[in-house]
């Protein structure tokens, strides 16, 4: 499975080794001080290094200095309703448009769910694109900079990925892919074209230099997709990696598993019944971690407190202070994170709904808003 931009997808636990070895193995660089010092304002998620690595991203802000535009795409496979952790990397894109007014292009890759069997019929994966473009857009992003479409229904896509495939071999979409056995059907195969076409679009189209943000397991697609730009003629697009948030009960987080995650459709009490069962690094009973203190390196609430509430690097180590020295009792974490948590989805049904009356001027394709959606905002 290969959504590019979500951070959804790792199906096991990612080790730390893992995210140095794509610096030491696999050619990326880190993201140094003299890149976070080039933004305004840099992002907490780049001070608190949860995006580390990146293709090209030094050459990319150099282009956008010298007063070139440029463009940002991030993908969303849309298979079901999306959790809070999908989020996490669209925030950091409205960030960066914000910083460098750039275009942004969101792809919704109905026909990659359907040829890999994540939903049932292109209508399926249809109304939940609409879904998902509306949860996107509540997030701020700003109307005539920032473009989505329905990966089966823009024709540019189709041409693209067809002058695209004539640099892709089967046997690299094997490899790429992971691709075993003799049931592969050919959408697979050729989707890898598609993804490619999603990515190359802006370039393609008004000649932008491209960077697209995404989890740092998706890397092999990526580097496949900067050698068909070099044998197509196009120019590299750069990339930015982030690591993995842990699912409430340190599992990934996953769509079929709700447990792990919050959904942004979940009512304040399964949020609050989550929460309570999450993951932490506290002691088995108050006299322990008063005495002790806690491991926030290991709780999952904090993690999330770091994500989704705190707002500085400053809290969250005046937070892991308190946790260390046995002032702070998980219980008080756990209420403060589902508050917080309560509180940034009431505000973003808030903004959905708004979103509503103004989706058809995000799309470069005709739009109809299944009713299925409506109702689920009433
Ligand atoms: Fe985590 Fe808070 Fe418990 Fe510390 S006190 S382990 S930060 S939940």
Known sequence: MFTFGATEGAQELVKKSDYERLINEFGAKSIDDEIISSFRKPHK??????????????????????????????GRGPSNYMHIGHLVIFEFVKWLQDELDAEVYIPLSDDEKYVFGKV????????????????????????GKTFFFVSTRLSEIYELS?????????????????????????GVVFYAAVQAAHILLPTAKKGLFVLVPIAMDQDPYMRLTRDIAVKAGFKKPAAVY???????????????KP????????S???VRK???????????????????GGNPDICVVYEWLK????????????????????????????????????????????????????????????????????????
């Open 242 to 256: 982030s690591k993995y948030i842990s699912g409430l009960t340190r599992e990934p987080m996953s769509a079929s």
């Open 274 to 292: 989550k929460i309570w069962t999450a993951f932490t690094g506290g002691r088995p009973t108050v006299e322990e971690q008063r005495k002790f």
């Open 259 to 266: 447990e792990t995650s919050v959904f942004l459709i979940d």
């Open 307 to 378: 994500v989704f509430i705190f707002k500085d690097l400053k809290t969250m180590d005046e937070h892991a202070r308190k946790c260390r020295s046995g002032e702070l009792l998980c219980g008080e974490c756990k209420r403060m994170l589902a508050d917080g948590l309560i509180k940034k989805l009431a505000e973003h049904k808030a903004r959905k709904k708004q979103a509503l009356k103004v989706i058809d001027r995000f799309f470069l394709h005709e739009i109809e808003i299944p009713e299925e959606i409506i109702k689920l905002l009433e």
């Open 120 to 143: 049932k019929s292109l209508d399926q994966a249809y109304t939940y694109a609409v879904d998902n473009a509306l949860d996107l857009i509540a997030l701020g992003f700003k109307e």
């Open 45 to 74: 998620f780049l001070l608190m290094k949860l995006f580390y690595a990146h293709r090209d991203l030094d050459l990319y802000l150099k282009e956008r200095l010298n007063g070139r535009p440029v463009s940002i795409v991030s």
């Open 162 to 186: 067809v002058t695209l495939s004539r640099y892709l071999t089967f046997n690299t979409v094997r490899a790429t892919f992971g691709l075993e056995g003799e049931g592969v059907n050919s």
């Open 268 to 270: 304040e009490e399964d």
